[in-house]
């Protein structure tokens, strides 16, 4: 059987990888979209919920990447994968909630 050259998965890995950062990012997106979609009816979104798809964006993608959440060993193991994710998603909404509270924005966004 023929070995697999190391540059070869090593670019595999930074594919992978790059595929789920790109993935994370847009499922941000979508979920903005839809959730304000369902709330107003409309998909066209105000400067204070875009700014914060935005930021979540940003937050979504460095505290994955803090967590180590895309390489390739950690995808092997399901329930740390799932934990680290988890924590990560955790982070990101009370960052920012964090951020609305300290900004005196968090009455612009809808509750009801």
């Given at each position: 059987?023929?070995?697999?050259p190391?540059?070869?998965?090593?670019?595999?890995e930074?594919?992978?990888?790059g595929?789920?950062?790109?993935g994370?990012?847009?499922?941000?997106?979508i979920?903005?979209?839809l959730?304000?979609?369902?709330?107003?009816?409309?998909?066209?979104?105000?400067?204070?919920?875009?700014?914060?798809?935005?930021?979540?964006?940003?937050l979504?993608a460095?505290?994955?990447?803090?967590?180590?959440?895309?390489?390739?060993?950690?995808?092997?193991?399901?329930?740390?994968?799932?934990?680290?994710?988890?924590?990560?998603?955790?982070?990101?909404?009370?960052?920012?909630?964090?951020?609305?509270?300290?900004t005196d924005?968090?009455?612009?966004?809808?509750?009801?």
């Amino acid at each position: 059987m023929a070995r697999i050259p190391a540059g070869f998965i090593k670019d595999s890995e930074t594919v992978l990888s790059g595929l789920l950062r790109a993935g994370d990012a847009i499922a941000v997106v979508i979920a903005s979209v839809l959730a304000y979609a369902l709330r107003a009816g409309n998909i066209d979104l105000p400067g204070t919920y875009l700014s914060a798809t935005l930021l979540g964006m940003l937050l979504t993608a460095n505290y994955m990447h803090f967590a180590k959440a895309y390489s390739l060993a950690s995808l092997r193991r399901q329930a740390v994968e799932v934990a680290k994710v988890v924590g990560a998603w955790v982070a990101v909404f009370a960052t920012l909630i964090l951020v609305s509270v300290l900004t005196d924005t968090a009455d612009l966004f809808s509750r009801a």
